[in-house]
């Protein structure tokens, strides 16, 4: 097992379990018909809007990302998102039995359980690994500023 990556995987299930996958404020219709009208107002100001639904943070969302990237890769990859949902979506997590049943592996060995969390976390490690490095190249320096790509091509678009 890689310990950051299963931090960053207990740290993603929590924010899942509290949040959701998809955060978002409910809707002025939905209000409306909850309270019969306009609901009650607090005192004025504004308000931080931590564990209001906003979703997960950023680290959870980039792991969620890794982790649909390693999905759509190939079987394998499906069934490693499937375990980390099993295993760190839950509280309390299934049992690894549990979680080998339901990912239909026939295997009753431990170490084969194990097995796929290394490789879970080797995957996710790559994953992010590339991410990081793919948006280093969003970014170029001219300058003091770094601009993005999509800045720089419209610019030179406009001069050429």
């Known amino acids: 097992m890689i310990e950051s990556m299963e931090l960053l995987l207990k740290h993603w299930g929590e924010q899942c379990r509290q ?3 998809a955060g978002g ?6 209000t409306i018909m ?5 609901a009650p107002r607090g005192t004025p100001g504004s308000r931080i809007l931590l564990g209001g639904g906003a979703g997960p943070d950023a680290v959870a969302q980039e792991v969620g990302a890794a982790l649909s990237e390693i999905a759509r890769q190939d ?3 499906e069934r490693l998102q499937q375990l980390a ?3 760190y979506g839950f509280d309390p997590a299934p049992t690894w039995a549990a979680q080998m049943h339901e990912l239909g592996y026939v295997s009753k060995a431990k170490q084969t359980y194990y097995d796929l969390v290394h490789r879970l976390h080797v995957r996710l ?6 991410r990081k490095d793919a948006r280093k190249w969003l970014t170029v320096g001219r300058g003091a500023l770094p601009q993005s790509l999509l800045k720089v091509a419209s610019k030179l678009r406009q001069v050429g």
């Open 19 to 21: 949040g959701g996958e």
């Open 75 to 77: 079987g394998r990859g």
């Open 125 to 130: 490690f790559e994953v992010l690994a590339e």
């Open 34 to 38: 909850e309270w019969g009208g306009c």
């Open 25 to 30: 404020m409910g809707s002025p219709m939905a």
């Open 85 to 87: 949902v099993l295993r």
